[in-house]
C-alpha cells in the first residue's frame, strides 16, 4: 500500500489526528497540483487492486493474467485490469507503419492504413471479453479469488469501424464462408472466423473505454467478435483472407478445442454461453459483522441479454431473484444484487444466470456430466463461494 | 444495414452487377504484398510454399532451435510435447500431443513457419520448415526416417487423429 513507509506507531498516531473531532491533515495544506501526473493514476491506497498472474507460466511471454473482478464496481473494467492472454509478448507497433491487408476471395485486395480505418463510420458498444479457459474443471483451492476463478473476463466500450463495412470496400465474393484473421505478433496468432459473424456483429476495435487500444489488447487494431471466445478477437490485426473453408490453424484445432470423455474433441465450440458470478462476498473476503450485507455480482451471456439472475445462501437449495443494475446490454457485463442478512451461521453463496435464449447457467454435476472433466474450456458452471463462521469467505467450488 | 441490402440486390440480379466500393478507402494490395504476408497453409495444402524438407535436415533444425523448450526427442519441457501420448484421449489424463491430437500435418507447417522457433518467429526458411516439421513427424512415427516433404506429400499425410474432432457445437448440452 501506498502508506507503507510509515510505521505503525506513527500510522495510529496520524489516524487518530485525522478523525473527528480533529481536523485532518489533508485539510490543512494544498493538495498535488493538476498534472501530477498528466496521466491519471489509482490511489495509492488501491495498490493492490491489479491484475495478477493466472498461474507459473513456463514462458511469461505466452501466458495470462487476470482481472480483479472482486474489486471492481459496476460493469465497467479499467483499461490497466483488462485480462491479458498473450501467446508471444505484447509488441510494439508505430500506428504508422501497420496496414491491414484484406484478400483471398474477395474482388479488390485492398491495404488499409489506421488512419483510413480510422475514416469509416464508426459504432461503440459495451461488451464483455471472455477467454474460453476461463474456469477450471478440475477445481482451485479454497484460497483462490473470484479474480483467481474468473478473472479472464473483462469488460470495456469498444469502439471502431464494423467488420462488414471494410469487408464490403473489398468486395466478398460468392462461396466464402470463412474468414482468416491474423494477428502482428511473434506468433502471428490466426483463428477462422465464420463469415455470418463478419458480417453480423463483428468489429475492427481500435478503441477501448474512449481511448485508444492498449498495447496490450491489440493496439493499435484488434478484431473483436462479440459473445465468442475471447481467442478469436485477434490483437495486432494485420491480415483478413476471405475463403470457402476454415484454415485449421494450430489454435482452432490442437489448443480451443474441447476433449469429450470417449477421446474425439469438439471443435468449432465459439460462443460463451450464460454464466455468472458473486464478486461480493467472495474468496478471499471477509465479512465483516453479523446483519446487512448486500451480495452483488456479475453476468454474461454470449447470447444476447441476461434476463434473471437468482442467488442462493443455502448452496442451491433455494433461489430467490436479484435485482439486475441497468444497464442491461447484449454480449456485456450485467451487474445483479441482492440484499442478504448475515445471521453468522455458514453460508454457501450461489447465483444462477439465465438468458434471453432462455438457458440457464447449469450445475458443476450437470456440466461435468455431459463432458467430463478434460474439455478445458468453456467451464461456464454455478460457483460456491462458503461462508464460514468467522465471516472468512472461500472457494468451495 | 443499407450495405447489407445492397449486397443482397447485387446477388440477385446475378454475376456482374456486384457490389463497388461506398466508401473508396484503401488501395489495392499487390501481388507481391500480399506474397509476403500470405502465409497461412490450408489442411488442403493451400498455401504451402514451394521447397522441400529431409527428416535427416529436420533433425540438425530441431537439436539447434526446437529441443531445448520441447525437448530432445520432442518429450516436451518449457514448452509442449510434440510426441507421444497415444492412447490416452479417452483417459482420465489425455496427453495432447501432434502425434496423438493434431489433425492436420499443414498445421504444424502453419505453426512453425508463423511462430517457431519461439525466441525468431519467422526466421526459418521453406526448406528448414519442412524438414523441421518432417522429422516432428518422424519422431512420432507418422513418416519414415528418409521422408522428404513438400507441398504435396505434406498434405496427404494423414494424421492419426484426423477422424477425432466433431462440429458443429452440440451446444446447449447441459441442461
Known amino acids: 500500500m501506498g502508506a507503507a513507509s510509515i510505521k505503525p506507531s506513527e500510522a495510529q498516531a496520524d489516524v487518530a489526528d485525522n478523525l473527528p473531532p480533529n481536523v485532518p491533515e489533508w485539510m490543512k495544506a494544498q493538495g498535488a497540483p493538476v498534472l501530477h501526473p498528466a496521466y491519471g493514476v489509482p490511489s495509492p491506497f488501491e495498490a493492490d487492486v491489479v491484475r495478477r498472474a493466472r498461474s507459473r507460466a513456463r514462458m511469461s511471454t505466452a501466458a495470462s493474467s487476470t482481472t480483479p473482478l472482486q474489486d471492481l464496481h459496476g460493469i465497467v473494467t479499467p483499461n490497466g485490469l483488462h485480462f491479458e492472454r498473450h501467446h508471444a509478448g505484447v509488441p510494439t507497433i508505430d500506428p504508422e507503419q501497420h496496414r491491414l491487408m484484406v484478400h483471398g476471395m474477395v474482388d479488390r485486395p485492398l491495404i488499409f492504413t489506421m488512419a483510413e480505418i480510422m475514416r469509416f463510420p464508426s459504432q461503440s458498444h459495451l461488451y464483455f471479453l471472455e477467454c474460453s479457459g476461463n474456469g477450471s474443471f478440475a477445481g482451485l483451492p479454497s484460497t483462490a479469488t473470484a479474480q483467481d476463478t474468473h478473472g479472464l473476463i473483462s469488460c470495456c466500450e469498444w469502439t471502431g469501424v464494423p467488420l462488414a463495412t471494410v469487408l464490403a470496400e473489398a468486395g466478398v465474393q460468392p462461396h466464402a464462408a470463412w474468414v482468416l484473421a491474423e494477428g502482428a505478433d511473434g506468433a502471428g496468432m490466426t483463428r477462422s472466423i465464420p463469415i455470418a459473424k463478419a458480417m453480423d456483429d463483428a468489429l475492427l476495435a481500435y478503441a477501448q473505454n474512449g481511448e485508444r487500444l492498449r498495447p496490450e489488447q491489440g493496439y493499435p487494431l484488434r478484431l473483436f467478435l462479440p459473445g465468442y471466445e475471447g481467442n478469436m478477437s485477434v490483437k495486432w490485426l494485420r491480415r483478413l483472407k476471405i475463403g470457402d473453408q476454415p484454415f485449421e490453424t494450430r489454435e482452432e484445432t490442437s489448443k480451443y478445442t474441447d476433449l469429450m470423455p470417449d477421446g474425439t474433441a469438439r471443435q468449432f465450440t465459439f460462443v460463451m454461453e450464460a454464466r455468472s458470478v458473486i464478486t461480493h462476498p467472495s474468496g478471499g473476503q471477509t465479512l465483516d459483522g453479523h446483519g446487512f450485507h448486500e451480495i452483488a455480482g456479475l453476468a454474461w451471456s454470449g447470447h444476447g441479454k441476461i434476463t434473471r439472475v437468482e442467488v442462493s445462501v443455502d448452496g442451491g437449495a433455494h433461489w430467490r431473484d436479484a435485482k439486475l443494475q441497468t444497464p442491461v446490454l447484449p454480449k456485456c457485463l450485467t451487474r445483479f444484487r441482492a440484499a442478504w442478512t448475515w445471521d453468522g451461521a455458514p453460508a454457501r453463496l450461489q447465483s444462477r444466470a439465465t438468458d434471453e435464449s432462455g438457458y440457464v447457467q447449469p450445475t458443476r454435476d450437470m456440466l461435468v456430466g455431459a463432458r467430463g472433466l478434460n474439455s478445458g474450456y468453456h467451464d461456464n458452471a454455478i460457483h460456491t463461494w462458503g461462508v464460514l463462521a468467522d465471516g472468512s469467505v472461500i472457494n468451495a467450488t | ?175
Not at chain 2, 518429450?75 to 492436420?104: C, F, H, I, M, Q
Not at chain 2, 512453425?112 to 528448414?128: E, G, I, K, Y
Open chain 2, 1 to 175: 444495414m443499407v450495405l447489407a441490402f445492397a449486397l443482397v440486390l447485387a446477388g440477385a440480379s446475378g454475376a456482374g452487377a456486384r457490389p463497388q466500393p461506398t466508401y473508396g478507402l484503401g488501395r489495392p494490395a499487390t501481388p507481391r504484398e500480399i506474397a509476403g504476408w500470405d502465409i497461412d497453409a490450408r489442411a488442403d495444402g493451400a498455401g504451402l510454399p514451394p521447397g522441400h524438407g529431409a527428416v535427416s535436415d529436420g533433425q540438425a533444425i530441431f537439436e539447434h532451435r526446437c529441443a531445448a523448450c520441447h525437448g530432445e526427442n520432442g518429450e516436451g519441457g518449457a514448452a509442449d510435447a510434440l510426441v507421444g501420448g497415444a492412447g490416452t484421449l479417452a483417459t482420465a489424463k489425455p496427453v495432447r500431443t501432434v502425434g496423438n491430437y493434431w489433425p492436420y500435418a499443414t498445421t504444424l507447417f502453419d505453426y512453425v513457419r508463423r511462430a517457431m522457433p519461439f525466441n525468431a518467429p519467422q526466421s526459418l526458411t521453406a526448406d528448414q520448415t519442412y524438414a523441421v516439421v518432417a522429422y516432428v513427424l518422424f519422431l512420432n512415427h507418422i513418416v519414415p526416417a528418409k521422408a522428404v516433404l513438400d507441398a504435396k506429400t505434406l498434405a496427404a499425410v494423414k494424421m492419426p487423429n484426423r477422424g477425432g474432432f466433431r462440429s458443429p457445437d452440440p451446444r446447449p448440452d447441459a441442461p
